[in-house]
């Protein structure tokens, strides 16, 4: 048996193992050496690649604190917007979060299904459906958002808050309001 005294026995039917593999068998295993960062150098003139990475650790941070809500960032977002705005309907939240039609159908088909939303005809027109808040979404609406004002906080320990409103800001010129969708991109 192992690790019982005597000679250890291969695998082959009570054969002793050679002098070298019993060397090597005898040695502590050797742990794996610390993944080699990659050198980004050629990347850090691309404000997209900042930002992407940025992006990536935020929604580490979002997911974090959104798990107790079961809410996906564009859950959040249009919980946000309709609690905010009142009057809205699936094109315009779409547009607003560049979310096609038939993904939207399936997000707002989803939070219905949660019982955060509900679809109402609009009363000027009856090709329109509003989406509401139900007290159920108003009431998850107010909790998540309390939880946002403060969830970036660790993540962002190393800006000012002046820092903080200036990156709001300069990020927000890039991408102007109500115009997430059909903006034209120039070629090179």
Not at 96 to 112: E, F, H, K, Q
Not at 125 to 147: C, F, N, P, S, Y
Not at 154 to 175: D, F, N, Q
Request: charged content about 25%.
């Amino acid at each position: 048996m192992k690790g019982e005294g005597g000679p250890r026995r291969s695998p082959r039917r009570g054969v002793a193992p050679t002098p070298a593999v019993a060397a090597v068998e005898a040695q502590p295993p050797r742990s794996k050496p610390p993944p080699r960062e990659l050198d980004d150098t050629s990347l850090q003139h691309l404000v997209g690649y900042a930002a992407s990475r940025a992006a990536i650790e935020l929604r580490k941070v979002f997911t974090a604190n959104m798990v107790p809500f079961d809410l996906r960032i564009a859950e959040f977002t249009i919980l946000m917007l309709v609690a905010s705005n009142g009057d809205v309907n699936q094109k315009q939240l779409g547009r607003a979060l560049d979310i096609s039609p038939p993904n939207m159908a399936v997000t707002l088909d989803r939070m219905v299904e949660s019982g955060w939303v509900e679809r109402v005809r609009s009363t000027h027109d009856r090709r329109a459906q509003h989406i509401h808040l139900t007290a159920k979404g108003r009431a998850l609406a107010e909790r998540a958002r309390r939880v946002s004002v403060t969830m970036e906080e660790h993540a962002l320990a190393g800006l000012s808050p002046a820092e903080r409103a200036l990156l709001i800001e300069l990020l927000r010129k890039i991408v102007p309001r109500g115009t997430a969708r059909h903006r034209e991109v120039p070629t090179p």
